[in-house]
């Protein structure tokens, strides 16, 4: 339905404020911003935002899909308005090599309700077998679900992937300094103690010293060690947990998660860095694993689900004016896109017509059971959320009246266009 004229209606987050316009949109684009209507129409109600891209998600397909695959992970990324995704690259078979992304590539094709693009992983010494579609890079300094950390970032092997040109997202654990800290964990404050922000601010130093042209620090932690964030080309990523969760919540081993929830005066200062504009942007970091992995603390996997709800837990702040809407626009929704150069998130001729909107006072408490991950069990239960009513990717509505009306159309970020 691409090809097919229409207008889009409604009062849209624009320049700052929200503006009644009428979108002009063919070819999955927008032509124009126009005062009059021709051809077909579609009028939302409410505020309209471009829709939202998460640049940090791990659907686990292919090997693990009895925790998520493409198709349910994509769903809830639907449903939660976003219409891009990256997906990492710690599979249970690494994606570190061309064969072994263009099995994922294969396996995972024409399953999306979103479009998605794939990170690989440099491990140190494979930057000439690195798949050269690879959307991003991604680095583990520390161990984490499916990965063991690098020993040494060295800049000789920096140097081998600098070529690629391409934006390198950090797991910034230390690993020598998370060797030294490791503990029996039976709670979340042991969880916290046994990967310590220290060794986040250890990476970071180690990170910021690094000769590429874009780096992200993914899921920082603690807002204090921002401050170890230096030089040009160094973004900080944030997730909603670590802004809103913290260790002392009864959240049991939902909450286990690398790096850690941090003591609640470090989660506060966390959400106030975030509402001050010290984050570049908030991704989700969805991470799921089945409930039988869940079970015993001690041995429960690390990983928090949170793709659908990243952007309904912002609007839900946004609700409550504890948010303004242009930093959850520019967070959540222009720069993960500007940042990895997807041409979404922006109203402007010749960006994705990609949008979603939402009433404000929808506001109400999650009920994780509705959620459209295989394993739905989030530590957000309960907690405020508001989610969108009418997502569209590309000029096609996906989700109408809070329904999938739409099949597996999301595309290969790389294909778009050809």
Excluded at 154 to 172: Q, R, T, Y
Excluded at 246 to 260: A, F, I, Q, R, T
Aim: with cysteine; aromatic share 10%; glycine share 8%.
């Amino acid at each position: 339905m691409e090809n097919e004229d229409l207008t889009l209606s409604g009062k849209f987050y624009y320049q700052g404020s929200y503006q009644d316009l009428n979108l002009i949109i063919s070819e999955g684009k927008i032509q124009g911003i126009r005062k009059f209507i021709k051809g077909r129409k579609v009028e939302l109600e409410g505020a309209i935002f471009p829709a939202g891209t998460d640049t940090h998600v791990h659907f686990r397909d292919p090997g693990e899909t009895q925790k998520e695959d493409f198709s349910s992970g994509s769903m809830a990324a639907a449903y939660g308005g976003t219409t891009t995704v990256l997906d990492m690259p710690n599979n249970i078979i690494p994606i570190d090599n061309y064969q072994s992304y263009e099995r994922k590539l294969e396996s995972v094709r024409g399953r999306s309700f979103v479009d998605f693009g794939l990170y690989s992983m440099f491990t140190g010494n494979n930057a000439d077998i690195i798949h050269p579609d690879s959307f991003a890079l991604k680095i583990f300094m520390g161990g984490s679900t499916n990965t063991t950390g690098m020993d040494k970032v060295e800049e000789k092997a920096i140097n081998s992937i600098s070529k690629l040109n391409k934006p390198v997202v950090f797991h910034a654990e230390d690993q020598h300094c998370l060797d030294i800290s490791r503990k029996e964990t039976l709670t979340l404050k042991d969880h916290n103690i046994s990967r310590p922000s220290h060794c986040e601010a250890a990476a970071l130093v180690t990170m910021s010293k690094l000769g590429i042209e874009k780096k992200v620090a993914a899921h920082v932690s603690d807002s204090s060690n921002l401050k170890f964030l230096t030089g040009q080309g160094t973004y900080a990523e944030i997730t909603p947990h670590h802004m809103i969760l913290n260790d002392e919540m009864d959240l049991g081993s939902y909450g286990k998660v690398n790096p850690p929830l941090r003591e609640p005066a470090v989660q506060r200062s966390n959400l106030e860095a975030y509402l001050s504009g010290k984050y570049f942007m908030v991704s989700s970091d969805h991470a799921p694993h089945t409930p039988e992995e869940k079970e015993e603390f001690e041995y429960a996997k690390s990983g928090i689900i949170g793709v659908e709800t990243r952007i309904p837990i912002l609007l839900a702040l946004v609700s409550k004016k504890i948010l303004s809407p242009d930093l959850f626009y520019r967070t959540a929704i222009l720069n993960p896109a500007k940042l990895f150069n997807i041409n979404k998130g922006e109203i402007k001729e010749g960006s994705y017509a990609d949008f979603f909107n939402v009433k404000f006072s929808s506001i109400h408490r999650l009920d994780q059971s509705k959620l459209h991950s295989k394993n739905w069990e989030t530590p957000f239960n309960g907690m405020d959320v508001v989610f969108p009513e009418n997502v569209m990717m590309r000029g096609d509505l996906i989700v109408e009246n809070s329904e999938i009306v739409y099949g597996r159309t999301g595309k290969y970020l790389n294909d778009l266009d050809k």
